[in-house]
């Protein structure tokens, strides 16, 4: 959970310290926003640069805020377990966000015609497909066995070792997943970055089924 915290930390400081570089390297004045063709429209200070950052700080310390309360709960141990992963999420989401504002006035030459812009938003989602990857690591990890919900194979409802196991390892393939969704969705053009992202949580699902079958046969 002390990691998670600290890495949710990290996240949040991140695009922060990207501003405030940015702000070295800026103009005095910086592109805001862009017409259909991609040309500037709208323009303002480089210290607005800084808005988004802030903004994600922020939030980070009203999430820690509700974490604290939610510790106070007469379930705390679980709920702030769970209050820990949303926090990382939220937090991570508009780090995403704040990155790709500071982002954009300071690439020159950046498409930013619809058709660019439309490029971008599905690499921006299959970012944030692969930040709730890592997210949900812990909460796979620790699906209870049941017959509804989870990896349900005639191996992981043979019994509750193997399900346990295979969960584990779903949750450790998901997170690896995860980190490899965020880095193609920097690479890969388009619509090719969420097939990535779809494709890499396919594989965990199989890898993990394997793993299932294969720990079953060895008890």
Sequence with gaps: MANKKLLT????????????????????????????????????????????????LALRLALAGLGRLAALDK????????????????????????????????IPGLDMSRAGRCARIMQFAAALLG???????????????????????KYTLAGEDVWRAAHVFWGRAL?????????????LPGVWSLVAALVLFALTAVSAAVYAGRYARRL
């Design 9 to 56: 930390n990290a996240v949040a400081l991140l695009p922060l310290a990207a501003g405030l570089a940015a702000i070295c390297f800026a103009p005095e004045e910086i592109p805001l926003g862009f017409d259909g063709a991609g040309a500037p429209d709208e323009w303002g200070s480089r210290w607005t640069l800084l808005l988004w950052p802030l903004a994600v």
């Design 131 to 153: 930040i709730l990857f890592i997210a949900a690591k812990d909460e796979v990890s620790a699906i209870p066995y049941n017959k509804n919900v989870g990896l349900k194979t």
């Design 175 to 187: 997170a690896a997943a995860g980190g490899c969704t965020v880095t193609l969705a920097v690479f």
């Design 75 to 106: 379930d705390g141990a679980h709920l702030a377990a769970f209050m820990d992963t949303a926090a990382f999420a939220v937090t991570a989401f508009f780090a995403v966000i704040a990155l790709y504002k500071l982002a954009v006035p300071m």
